[in-house]
């Protein structure tokens, strides 16, 4: 079944994964889980089960950028959804496509790359 019309990868969002995988060997199928469910719910039911937050301050009208807080990951065992992944991704809603465009441990990095989100989509 397709969720959504398009699911796209920034260059940088690969790198970030390719980076974690190898510490959370989990993390591919536990992104495939995440946007079947969450995504699912937030962008196509209305359900907020308050994992998902709209990104604000960017300055940039279209797409809307969203952080996500809760992201199950099976390696961090015992963590549930507050494994401390964190994922960064527009959602185009006219034309139903998902953007990933970072993706970190909270451990790692505190913030998103505001710069990342501006170089691709700001003026």
Do not use: T, W
Request: aromatic share 16%.
């Amino acid at each position: 079944m397709k969720i959504f019309d398009k699911i796209k990868y920034l260059p940088e969002f690969d790198r970030d994964m390719k980076k974690l995988i190898q510490r959370y060997p989990s993390l591919q199928a536990d992104l495939r889980i995440f946007i079947d469910k969450q995504l699912y719910l937030y962008h196509k039911l209305n359900i907020d089960n308050k994992g998902i937050f709209q990104l604000s301050g960017l300055k940039i009208a279209y797409p809307k950028f969203y952080k996500a807080k809760k992201f199950a990951c099976r390696y961090l065992k015992g963590k549930g959804v507050l494994s401390g992944i964190r994922i960064i991704y527009a959602y185009y809603p006219d034309k139903d496509i998902i953007e990933f465009i970072e993706i970190y441990y909270k451990g790692d990095q505190q913030n998103e790359n505001q710069n990342r989100i501006l170089s691709h989509y700001g003026i």
